[in-house]
């Protein structure tokens, strides 16, 4: 997927290309993700999730934030 992507787009990362993910790489591709966007919507997050992670960067970045409340595959 890397490949294509970089063929036909672009691929920002703040890692060289080959390496192995690790628990701190993820914040850091979330806050990218957060100022490449105009809103974050956060579905079904734990408390202690990426998504609420880069929804505080976002915000932050005075970035619009929603939530969609309960679950996601939930047909109310």
Do not use: M, Y
Request: glycine residues 12%.
């Amino acid at each position: 997927l890397h490949a294509l992507v970089q063929e036909n787009g672009a691929v920002l990362s703040e890692v060289e290309p080959g390496t192995k993910a690790f628990p701190g790489c993820f914040p850091r591709r979330n806050r990218i993700i957060a100022g490449l966007c105009r809103a974050t919507i956060v579905v079904e997050a734990g408390h202690k999730s990426g998504a609420l992670n880069t929804a505080a960067v976002a915000t932050q970045l005075g970035r619009s934030v929603g939530a969609v409340p309960g679950l996601a595959d939930d047909l109310r």
